[in-house]
């Protein structure tokens, strides 16, 4: 299928906004990306709330398989939290809830009067989130869906299914649910049953590199591939694919920035953080490849001005750039990580009104609003890093800024000087990489989570930015937004 010593893998990386299907060639000094399809993954608002299109995404992928032609296996990531439920001749009970649907409004409260806070972060090391599965799921009690399903999957996992015919949870992404224990890397079935949570609605959990499967026959046949076919379980959590593709070298003390709808800001451990300082902090323990635990903080991300455009109807960000790059820096700045920020829906009208309440100047045109939401991820990935260094007891070099933003040279360079550390930015396709390179190793190739690394340091091009300006100025800046809350004890 490849020339001699080389292999390709087809990734599917699936995200709020978009769909694709890369193609990468992986060989000892050889890592090169292709994307072969792209297609929107659109939400779509019904009568019942927010919901995915999952018909339409699975259509996306056997498109993109189609494109891309023979390949030696394919893997699946996806964004988190989110699942598919199915009756008990495995058909789909409708269409996967959205994250950002409002059904788990006030539901937090019913969980921590049967499970307190603080019991629930030092059973599972998951940060709150409104929308994590354990909240959903406890949503959903008593619906007609659930009483009905008989299996649960995770969103790369019901792709696995209806390509395979096989079901499995993979557990980087098990890990968000806030279900799985963070020191075991098993379900905490003690916690499931007090919240009346039916664990055996979950297939049986797989870890990255294990097999999930080869594709059906008829599937082989709508996709246009010669078989078989198989399918490798991946970080299939986007987040654990591009951690895996951050390019650090041996020994580095680093920081990674996952950048795209959301920024995810933290550090790679060997064992996770679970003490009350890191839970009032809000730091999330996630599971990541090769038993590392993701150490970080979800912040809001490039949705703010994601949101913005398409307020604005814009669609090229490039001039929206170049004007915010004119504008004064730090003027106007808000709490990126704010929940206010959630939900769709006129951001622009929400940033002013942040700063608004924050007593400085409001932003008006599209230039000083973009400039402030720059300006407020950069501050929010500074407290951030500084905030794991602080509560993990480790000091970092550099910052690696990996995901869709590392092509935003203006986010990059001001991440750098808030930070007052280096940013590597790059690379920009870091989810499909390390999806590729896990299907790699379980095919024979590369080598170790360090020698993937290495690879891409040698193949990918990246960017370093500098840190420059006044630190003072960013302190400042930080003590004027929500973001700013003393460092925890």
């Not at 951001?347 to 609003?369: F, K, L, N």
């Not at 007891?393 to 092509?407: I, K, M, S, T, Y």
């Amino acid at each position: 299928m490849s020339a001699a010593g080389t292999k390709t893998f087809a990734a599917v990386d699936l995200g709020a906004s978009s769909g694709r299907v890369m193609t990468g060639r992986v060989g000892p000094d050889t890592l090169r990306l292709t994307e072969t399809r792209r297609f929107p993954n659109r939400p779509v608002h019904l009568p019942e709330g927010l919901r995915w299109d999952i018909l339409g995404l699975y259509g996306g992928v056997l498109d993109g398989l189609r494109a891309a032609g023979p390949v030696d296996s394919l893997g699946i990531d996806s964004w988190a939290v989110d699942y598919g439920l199915l009756a008990a001749d495995g058909s789909l009970l409708g269409n996967p809830v959205h994250y950002r649907d409002r059904r788990t409004e006030g539901v937090a409260e019913q969980v921590w009067a049967t499970v307190p806070p603080d019991d629930l972060y030092r059973a599972t090391g998951i940060q709150y989130a409104p929308f994590n599965t354990l909240y959903q799921l406890v949503a959903a009690q008593g619906t007609p869906q659930l009483t009905a399903a008989r299996r649960l999957l995770l969103i790369p996992d019901l792709i696995a299914y209806w390509l395979t015919g096989e079901q499995g949870t993979e557990l980087t992404n098990a890990s968000t649910t806030q279900l799985i224990d963070a020191h075991t890397g098993d379900w905490n079935r003690p916690l499931a049953d007090r919240l009346g949570i039916d664990l055996a609605l979950f297939a049986p959990l797989r870890r990255p590199g294990d097999s999930a499967g080869t594709l059906l026959p008829a599937v082989q046949e709508r996709a246009g591939l010669p078989g078989p076919v198989p399918v490798t379980a991946v970080g299939s959590h986007d987040t654990a694919s591009a951690v895996a593709a951050v390019p650090a070298g041996r020994g580095e003390r680093f920081a990674y920035l996952c950048t795209g709808t959301w920024s995810l800001a933290g550090l790679e451990l060997d064992a996770p953080v679970t003490t009350g300082a890191s839970r009032a902090a809000n730091f999330t323990n996630e599971l990541g490849i090769d038993g590392t635990v993701r150490f970080l903080r979800n912040i809001m991300g490039l949705w703010l001005l994601q949101e913005c455009m398409r307020t604005w109807e814009l669609t090229d960000v490039t001039p929206l750039l170049a004007d915010a790059a004119r504008m004064p820096a730090l003027r106007y700045v808000v709490d990126a990580a704010a929940p206010e920020f959630l939900a769709p829906g006129d951001m622009p009208g929400r940033i002013a009104a942040a700063c608004r309440a924050t007593g400085g100047p409001v932003p008006r045109t599209p230039g000083e609003i973009t400039r402030c939401v720059l300006d407020s991820l950069a501050l929010a990935h500074r407290r951030a890093i500084r905030e794991a260094q602080h509560l993990a007891d480790r000091e970092v070099d550099v910052v690696h800024l990996v995901g869709g933003g590392a092509r935003n040279a203006l986010l990059c360079q001001l991440t750098a000087d808030a930070c007052g550390v280096p940013v590597v930015a790059g690379p920009a396709e870091a989810a499909a990489l390390g999806n590729v390179l896990v299907q790699a190793r379980a095919h024979g190739l590369p080598g170790d989570l360090a020698s993937t690394r290495e690879l891409i340091a040698r193949t990918q091009p990246l960017t370093r930015y500098e840190p420059s300006g006044d630190p003072t100025a960013w302190e400042a800046a930080a003590r004027r937004t929500e973001d700013a809350r003393p460092l925890p004890a």
